[in-house]
């Protein structure tokens, strides 16, 4: 029940943390926003998850990562309910910080819990949590698609943050209570995140974040805007940017398991993901769908390379691990803010051919990262 319990979290996780970008059709007229609002939005969310990963990977490892967990479910819960009772873009903007700070609290514990029920093997647990990430994504993309349609979007964004307090729920009943707290070492935290191979990763995974971020967050509207296609069959195409996943990052973290080749998985992933938003930026759905697909396919594979790959790199205690995972998720997520801004900018400037084009340019720059990864990278003694 522990590994099912983590499974169910992580998915009510990933419905808030997609729900903005399927639901904004609705919004966006609402609140006056346009595409710069949802822009600003989906900023405001990763400024949030990213700047707190790495408060959230210290607490993680000084109470435990269950108690890390149920505080950043009911902050994010609290949250989503505020941001369906507002009425300003402002106050939403402010509020999905404060949700993805609390959303913060959750990735970096559910990896090492699951890890350690899953007998240490890195890969495998890193690719049940990306997969069930997926299921949650296809939910918050198509499913809440859907239902803003049929209950408008301020019960589905209140619906959303009442699914993350059940989940908090199943969680206090079915995860084993922490162990004795840890003392925290200063100078092995100092030492962890002076580590150049995992600031690699972490600038690495920009890459596959970002053409997940930009798919969901924009292209449901982009596709209603530009191609006229109804909110149900833009969000159906857009959700098979998680969809893949579900598939792809188990397989991602057997490949890794099997053959630990680090900077060949992840820049595989680069070259993806810059084909993908060329993809997307063709004025047909026959080339964007493709687009959308192998950007969630290596969805999949890059994110779960880079989060087993960095508790394997964790060179102290197992309490450790939740800070390894954290700083490279704060790195990535952190740095995640900027893409949305720059493409809402970019589309309003010049149109969104340009838009994707530029995201396109963005991600094969961060190739550069990628090849100072190391080759391959030594199973951890647990």
Same mark, same amino acid.
């Given at each position: 029940?522990? /590994?099912?319990?983590?499974?169910?979290?992580?998915i009510v996780y990933s419905v808030s943390w997609f729900n903005i970008g399927s639901l904004y059709y609705l919004m966006g007229p609402d609140l006056q926003g346009g595409v710069s609002g949802l822009g600003t939005?989906?900023?405001?969310?990763?400024?949030?998850?990213?700047?707190?990963?790495?408060?959230?990977?210290?607490?993680?490892?000084?109470?435990?990562?269950?108690?890390?967990?149920?505080?950043?479910?009911?902050?994010?819960?609290?949250?989503?309910?505020?941001?369906? +009772?507002?009425?300003?873009?402002?106050? /939403?903007?402010?509020?999905?910080?404060?949700?993805?700070?609390?959303?913060?609290?959750?990735?970096?514990?559910? @990896?090492?819990?699951?890890?350690?029920?899953?007998?240490?093997?890195?890969?495998?647990?890193?690719? @049940?949590?990306?997969?069930?990430?997926?299921?949650?994504?296809?939910?918050?993309?198509?499913?809440?698609?859907?239902?803003?349609?049929?209950?408008?979007?301020?019960?589905?964004?209140?619906?959303?943050?009442?699914?993350?307090?059940?989940?908090?729920?199943v969680l206090a009943l079915f995860i084993p209570k922490d162990e004795q707290r840890f003392n925290l070492s200063l100078e092995k935290f100092a030492n962890l995140l002076k580590e150049k191979n995992l600031i690699? /990763?972490?600038?690495?995974?920009? !890459?596959?974040?970002?053409?997940?971020?930009?798919?969901?967050? +924009?292209?449901?509207?982009?596709?209603?805007? !530009?191609?006229?296609?109804?909110?149900?069959?833009?969000?159906?195409?857009?959700?098979?940017?998680?969809?893949?996943?579900?598939?792809?990052?188990?397989?991602?973290?057997?490949?890794?398991?099997?053959?630990?080749?680090?900077?060949?998985?992840?820049?595989?992933?680069? +070259?993806?993901?810059?084909?993908?938003?060329?993809?997307?930026?063709?004025?047909?759905?026959?080339?964007?769908?493709?687009?959308?697909?192998?950007?969630?396919?290596?969805?999949? @594979?890059?994110?779960?390379?880079?989060?087993?790959?960095?508790k394997d790199l964790n060179a102290f205690e197992k309490e450790y691990d939740s800070l390894a995972v954290a700083w490279i998720n704060a790195i990535s997520l952190a740095c995640s803010f900027w893409p949305p801004?720059?493409?809402?900018?970019?589309?309003?400037?010049?149109?969104? +051919?340009?838009?994707?084009?530029?995201?396109?340019?963005?991600?094969? !720059?961060?190739?550069?990262?990628?090849?100072?990864?190391?080759?391959?990278?030594?199973?951890?003694?647990?």
């Amino acid at each position: 029940m522990a /590994i099912a319990s983590i499974i169910l979290v992580t998915i009510v996780y990933s419905v808030s943390w997609f729900n903005i970008g399927s639901l904004y059709y609705l919004m966006g007229p609402d609140l006056q926003g346009g595409v710069s609002g949802l822009g600003t939005l989906t900023s405001a969310f990763f400024v949030g998850i990213g700047l707190l990963q790495i408060p959230g990977g210290i607490l993680a490892a000084r109470w435990g990562p269950r108690r890390v967990l149920l505080t950043g479910l009911l902050v994010a819960f609290v949250a989503e309910l505020c941001v369906s +009772f507002s009425s300003r873009l402002i106050d /939403i903007e402010i509020l999905r910080f404060v949700t993805g700070a609390g959303l913060a609290f959750v990735f970096a514990p559910s @990896i090492v819990i699951i890890t350690r029920v899953r007998g240490g093997r890195s890969g495998s647990g890193a690719g @049940i949590v990306q997969s069930s990430f997926g299921v949650g994504g296809l939910l918050g993309l198509f499913g809440w698609t859907l239902l803003g349609s049929v209950a408008g979007w301020r019960v589905s964004v209140a619906l959303s943050g009442i699914l993350l307090l059940l989940g908090g729920i199943v969680l206090a009943l079915f995860i084993p209570k922490d162990e004795q707290r840890f003392n925290l070492s200063l100078e092995k935290f100092a030492n962890l995140l002076k580590e150049k191979n995992l600031i690699m /990763i972490g600038l690495s995974l920009l !890459s596959p974040n970002m053409g997940n971020i930009l798919v969901f967050s +924009f292209m449901p509207y982009y596709l209603e805007k !530009s191609f006229g296609e109804a909110a149900a069959i833009a969000g159906l195409i857009a959700s098979a940017v998680v969809v893949v996943p579900i598939f792809s990052a188990h397989l991602g973290g057997m490949l890794y398991d099997k053959t630990r080749r680090l900077r060949l998985l992840m820049t595989a992933t680069g +070259f993806a993901i810059s084909t993908s938003l060329v993809l997307c930026a063709a004025p047909s759905i026959l080339f964007i769908t493709p687009g959308v697909l192998l950007a969630g396919f290596m969805f999949g @594979i890059g994110p779960t390379t880079g989060i087993a790959a960095a508790k394997d790199l964790n060179a102290f205690e197992k309490e450790y691990d939740s800070l390894a995972v954290a700083w490279i998720n704060a790195i990535s997520l952190a740095c995640s803010f900027w893409p949305p801004l720059v493409f809402s900018y970019l589309a309003n400037s010049f149109g969104y +051919f340009q838009a994707w084009l530029g995201g396109a340019a963005i991600s094969l !720059s961060l190739l550069i990262p990628m090849l100072l990864l190391p080759k391959k990278v030594s199973p951890r003694l647990q």
